[in-house]
């Protein structure tokens, strides 16, 4: 069929009836990039692995384990927000082939579904037994199982810069509001606090183009005077009414309470602060300090990733900082662990070239392109010669794919709220990537063969 304008059609066109052409539609969704995602990706040992089943009893979930699989994996490649998934699922066929589903007519609204479902992935996730079921299926489409490269990254969280005087702020603030509802539910006064006056008076501080030493230093006394009444007004009122509240309330009055020992202690001696916390709401975040000369610190998940033939996997993902050249033992015996063959040859930075690291790799006879220490051996050139080749497969496959899975795959600013579910965000992100290039594969394998 040839492609028409609809202004120039003369018989009623119906959009979304793929009843009639299920074949036709379902071919040209496969030949498709998400149709070639679809095609790699393992959906039933997937399912089984996150052990996600139907509920006998109660209504029927809309989506069914493999959609909701689907509609994390789509949400990656889509690189959009919840509610702009569900307007896309509701007008592109594709969409629905994906995600398992035919609306018709009909239209999702409630755009929470994509968040429940993510909450709901994140208390099965687990990396390493997903990551050897997704490299079984996909081992006959990955050449040299034993060359790796490795290398490590930041994938930041959605946040504002967390000064201290911001941070201090988003405190007094939350315990303000707090404090006022628990004091009118017991039936008591709220105590004096001027907050009205400092809250224009912090305003007025965030519109300076230049906020000096001393305006800072003011602002933060007066910020950890008022945010100290709060809390000790908030443990009045906790222990002589016995207020009971939710387990986050307890929690982000606990992370309040760090926040102000912290800053207070900071403010007091100048000195600098052990396991920052840079915002009350991730508590579970930390500064990444990362020495680039643009953003020398970053705040996110910190990932040791290793890849194979182009495929990456996740081999250490944290939220607090730590040195990636320790981790290049633990790497080798993953990737061993994954595909059943000794390493033999690996390519990483210099930072992973420590004295303890290149004991282990010469003992295991696996080369690598570390700068040789003393003096080259004769034949130096053949052996300069594959560290070179070693070293640009690095810096262009492996640190190519860091910015391509940031630019295309949504992980640019990881935008959930809770430490699973971004864990399961970057775990989704990074195997979207990896299921469109092994569906190319497939696909020009079948194209040869055919």
């Known amino acids: 069929m040839k492609i028409q304008r609809i202004s120039d059609l003369q018989t009623r066109l119906s959009l979304f009836s793929i009843s009639e052409n299920y074949t036709l539609f379902y071919e040209r969704f496969l030949q498709s990039d998400l149709g070639k995602i679809y095609t790699a990706i393992p959906w039933d040992d997937l399912v089984a692995t996150f052990n996600i089943k139907e509920h006998k009893l109660g209504r029927n979930m809309l989506f069914s384990p493999k959609g909701r699989l689907a509609l994390m994996f789509l949400k990656h490649y889509a690189c959009c927000s919840d509610k702009r998934l569900l307007e896309q699922l509701n007008s592109n066929v594709d969409y629905q082939f994906f995600c398992d589903i035919s609306l018709g007519f009909n239209r999702l609204t409630n755009s929470k579904i994509v968040s429940q479902i993510r909450c709901e992935l994140a208390g099965c996730l687990d990396i390493e037994v997903l990551e050897k079921c997704l490299y079984v299926n996909w081992s006959g489409y990955i050449?040299?199982?034993?060359?790796?490269?490795?290398?490590?990254?930041?994938?930041?969280?959605?946040?504002?810069?967390?000064?201290?005087?911001?941070?201090?702020?988003?405190?007094?603030h939350w315990m303000y509001n707090q404090l006022r509802k628990n004091a009118k539910v017991v039936g008591v006064k709220m105590i004096r606090s001027k907050y009205l006056k400092w809250k224009l008076?912090?305003?007025?501080?965030?519109?300076?183009?230049?906020?000096?030493?001393?305006?800072?230093?003011?602002?933060?006394?007066?910020?950890?005077?008022?945010?100290?009444?709060?809390?000790?007004?908030?443990?009045?009122?906790?222990?002589?009414?016995?207020?009971?509240?939710?387990?986050?309330?307890?929690?982000?009055?606990?992370?309040?309470k760090k926040v102000y020992s912290q800053q207070e202690y900071h403010f007091r001696t100048g000195n600098k602060i052990k396991d920052r916390i840079v915002s009350i709401a991730k508590d579970y975040?930390?500064?990444?300090?990362?020495?680039?000369?643009?953003k020398p610190v970053e705040f996110g998940a910190k990932v040791n990733k290793l890849q194979i033939d182009g495929i990456s996997f996740i081999e250490h993902l944290s939220f607090h900082a730590f040195n990636e050249g320790t981790r290049l033992q633990a790497t080798i015996y993953k990737a061993q662990d994954l595909t059943h063959r000794k390493t033999k040859i690996i390519g990483a930075d210099a930072i992973?070239?420590?004295?303890?690291?290149?004991?282990?790799?010469?003992?295991?006879?696996?080369?690598?392109?570390?700068?040789?220490?003393?003096?080259?051996?004769?034949?130096?050139?053949?052996?300069?010669?594959?560290?070179?080749?070693?070293?640009?497969?690095?810096?262009?496959r492996?640190?190519?794919?860091?910015?391509?899975?940031?630019?295309?795959?949504?992980?640019?600013k990881i935008k959930a709220k809770t430490k699973l579910t971004e864990t399961l965000w970057i775990f989704f992100g990074i195997h979207t990537a990896n299921a469109l290039e092994i569906g190319r594969r497939i696909y020009k394998k079948q194209q040869i063969a055919a």
Request: aromatic share 10%; hydrophobic share 30%; glycine share 4%.
């Open 398 to 412: 492996l640190e190519g794919s860091f910015g391509k899975e940031k630019e295309y795959y949504h992980l640019k």
């Open 143 to 172: 050449e040299n199982p034993d060359q790796v490269t490795v290398d490590a990254t930041c994938y930041e969280s959605e946040l504002r810069y967390p000064t201290n005087q911001k941070l201090l702020w988003e405190a007094v």
């Open 285 to 294: 975040l930390r500064p990444i300090v990362r020495g680039k000369e643009i």
């Open 352 to 396: 992973y070239a420590t004295n303890k690291n290149r004991n282990f790799v010469t003992k295991h006879k696996i080369k690598t392109d570390f700068k040789r220490k003393g003096r080259p051996p004769k034949d130096y050139k053949q052996e300069k010669k594959l560290k070179s080749l070693i070293t640009k497969e690095r810096a262009t």
């Open 201 to 256: 008076r912090y305003h007025g501080f965030s519109k300076m183009r230049r906020k000096t030493k001393s305006k800072r230093k003011s602002l933060t006394r007066s910020l950890l005077g008022l945010l100290k009444k709060f809390i000790d007004f908030e443990a009045h009122l906790r222990k002589k009414y016995n207020l009971q509240a939710s387990v986050q309330y307890y929690r982000r009055v606990a992370t309040i």
